[in-house]
T-cell receptor
Framework: SQQGEEDPQALSIQEGENATMNCSYK?????LQWYRQNSGRGLVHLIL?????REKHSGRLRVTLDTSKKSSSLLITASRAADTASYFC????????????FGSGTRLQVQP | EAQVTQNPRYLITVTGKKLTVTCSQN?????MSWYRQDPGLGLRQIYY???????DKGDVPEGYKVSRKEKRNFPLILESPSPNQTSLYFC??????????????FGPGTRLTVL
């Protein structure tokens, strides 16, 4: 079953603007990860944030995690046309099988 | 180059004809997993493996089999495919540990159509 819900489902911005995507989840997590998927292709890992971390940066990406609200956000600064893709949050719980439970994704369109 | 490879990338088959989708990783990862991605349902785990000869069911294992005879390979077997197994399949692998080693690396996907 899907753990997370991303918000918004779709986002269209101009190149150079910032894009913010939010993710909510339901159960306790070990960590939360963000992935990017270009139209029907493979998933590319972007960033992982552990449950005891509140914020993490990687290049133009900034991720926050609020475990009390069971939510996370992904900020992409100075977006580029190449950032056009679907973005998914995925959580890993404390069960042994380490399954990633994915949200429904946000489709980001960056207009040149 | 560190990667997860899947073959074939595209497959059209008919109901009941056994098929195997191969998955191989060159990162010496202990953990491997299969997911399927369907519109409106997101990605769901089919099977996973913690190490050689250790496999277990995920969320949607019905109609699938797996094996892990070698660390690098984790094939997905459909003994008698049915149209409801038409989907986009992803193999993933990771180290087993804590923290950032939970990062899972995904293959390019296999688009399967069962007629």
């Amino acid at each position: 079953s899907q753990q997370g819900e991303e918000d918004p489902q779709a986002l269209s911005i101009q190149e150079g603007e910032n894009a913010t995507m939010n993710c909510s989840y339901k159960t306790s997590i070990n960590n939360l990860q963000w992935y990017r998927q270009n139209s029907g292709r493979g998933l590319v890992h972007l960033i992982l944030i552990r449950s005891n971390e509140r914020e993490k940066h990687s290049g133009r990406l900034r991720v926050t995690l609020d475990t009390s609200k069971k939510s996370s956000s992904l900020l992409i600064t100075a977006s580029r046309a190449a950032d056009t893709a679907s973005y998914f949050c995925a959580t890993v719980g404390y069960t042994g099988r380490r399954a990633l439970t994915f949200g429904s994704g946000t489709r980001l369109q960056v207009q040149p | 180059e560190a990667q997860v490879t899947q073959n074939p990338r595209y497959l059209i088959t008919v109901t009941g004809k056994k098929l195997t989708v191969t998955c191989s990783q060159n990162m010496n990862h202990e953990y491997m997993s299969w997911y399927r991605q369907d519109p409106g349902l997101g990605l769901r785990q089919i099977y996973y493996s913690m190490n050689v000869e250790v496999t277990d069911k995920g969320d949607v294992p019905e109609g699938y089999k797996v094996s892990r005879k070698e660390k690098r390979n984790f094939p997905l077997i459909l003994e008698s495919p049915s149209p409801n197994q038409t989907s986009l399949y992803f193999c993933a692998s990771s180290l087993l540990g804590t923290g950032d080693t939970d990062t899972q690396y995904f293959g390019p996907g296999t688009r399967l159509t069962v007629l």
